[in-house]
């Protein structure tokens, strides 16, 4: 390893102190926009650094890297998704990818949470209702959504922000179901009284909601497509604040649209700032701006875990949060 601090090339502006203490370390070009470099900067970012700290809304493609210098030698994401790299292709080329899992877990499940109550009891209707003077009284058949205490929950992908949100939905009363590529530890499973089903389609017509919290990989691309999808009953419920493309969106929106679902609690989106238009209409689908991680202690937290990986790459050790494409 060189004695030179390491050049790193950040892509999006950061937290304030995460840049500080990133730029006491190493040899920082920092960047000043708050949206998505063009390709053409981010070739000539990986052209010219030897640490790439990226993020969500970069596409670090085969092609790209194919066009990066022999001196890139990490990409440090500052985030738990890596469905922007093609790690296939960083793998073969040597280069190193690091992500920020875990630190965001439990604000993820928060706001997994607050939409698995917001939806079925009209959180945000009623907020608007209220806004726009449409209410005019308590009344005893306005505003009714459904109970969640006593509803079936079924987790797609029990992993670190899947298990947080479990417990969370244990303490408001729901029973906990989840699919997962791979059978948890019956430890965890014992203590969140988790039903296990190997069969997503198994799982389906059994859940009354359904929370997405699975990576995106090749395998998880329109998991829930039109045909698993309409194997939920009519008031089921789905809440995503994984990524968009593990649902076939536009089947989603129909079936919001024509009351064949009970509605959606959507963090993440296919194509992104895009948002679908049908969904955008629909009073039952609560939409956020891919806010799940946004708090500031996520944020920085992120940064650390960043840095760490970064700093132990320096100094010639294997980062804790290497991604190993054979693991996705
Ligand atoms: C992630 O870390 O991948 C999140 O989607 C950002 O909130």
Redesign the pocket.
């Known amino acids: 390893m060189t004695s030179q601090p390491l050049k790193v090339i950040l892509t999006r502006k950061l937290p304030e102190e995460v840049e500080a203490r990133l730029s006491d370390l190493f040899d920082v070009m920092p960047y000043n926009d708050d949206s998505p470099m063009s390709q053409s900067a981010l070739l000539a970012a990986v052209q010219g650094c030897d640490v790439l700290a990226c993020t969500?809304g970069d596409r670090i493609d085969a092609q790209l890297l194919a066009q990066a210098g022999p001196q890139l030698k990490l990409i440090a994401n500052f985030?738990?998704?890596v469905d922007h790299i093609d790690v296939q292709a960083a793998a073969a080329q040597g280069i190193t990818v690091t992500n920020?899992p875990s630190v965001?877990a439990e604000d993820a499940a928060d706001m997994a949470m607050a939409l698995i109550m917001a939806v079925p009891r009209r959180l945000v209707e009623g907020v608007e209702a209220l806004r726009q003077g449409r209410f005019v009284g308590w009344s005893p058949t306005w505003m009714l959504g459904h109970r969640v205490r006593g509803k079936k929950l079924g987790i797609i992908g029990l992993g670190r922000v899947g298990q947080a949100v479990a417990r969370r939905a244990r303490a408001f009363g729901l029973s906990v179901h989840y699919h997962n590529r791979n059978r948890i530890n019956p430890h965890v499973e014992n203590e969140l009284e988790a039903t296990y089903w190997e069969s997503l389609d198994q799982m389906l017509p059994r859940v009354d909601i359904v929370c997405v919290n699975c990576p995106q990989t090749p395998a998880t691309y329109h998991l829930l497509s039109r045909r698993r999808l309409e194997l939920l009953h009519k008031d089921a419920y789905i809440v995503n604040v994984s990524r968009g493309n593990i649902i076939d969106e536009e089947a989603l929106a129909d079936m919001i649209v024509e009351k064949r679902l009970g509605g959606a609690g959507l963090d993440v989106f296919s194509r992104e700032p895009a948002v679908n238009e049908k969904l955008m209409a629909a009073p039952n689908a609560v939409l956020l701006p891919?806010m799940?991680?946004a708090t500031v202690e996520s944020r920085i937290d992120m940064g650390d875990r960043m840095l760490i990986n970064i700093k132990m790459f320096a100094d010639g050790h294997k980062p804790p949060d290497r991604i190993i494409p054979e693991m996705l």
């Open positions: 969500l985030g738990a998704g920020t965001l891919h799940a991680s």
